[in-house]
């Protein structure tokens, strides 16, 4: 997981771009801030990430599955990651 920092003030049009970004390269987004977002994508990627023109930086995160909010914040992830995965019918 990486939490990716935007370039400046927070704004739709900046956030819906660094998340278009993110899934583009395969990537998908787990969680929305004003300073940024929670994104899971593979580690060989964060230098195209990180180049995006909103993107400040990009620095890996790591959940305590014990912590205070870690149930909270995994039923987040889960809800987003949901709405971005395409169900496929057999």
């Not at 993107?55 to 709405?83: C, D, H, M, W």
Request: hydrophobic share 40%; with cysteine.
């Amino acid at each position: 997981m990486y939490m990716v920092a935007f370039n400046g003030e927070f704004s739709q049009a900046a956030s819906r771009a660094v998340q278009h970004h993110v899934r583009k390269c395969n990537g998908f987004t787990l969680m929305v801030m004003k300073t940024g977002i929670i994104a899971a994508f593979d580690d060989s990627l964060v230098p195209i990430v990180q180049s995006h023109p909103n993107v400040k930086l990009v620095g890996g995160v790591t959940l305590n599955p014990k912590g205070y909010a870690a149930e909270r914040l995994q039923r987040i992830f889960s809800e987003n990651l949901s709405k971005q995965l395409e169900v496929k019918g057999e």
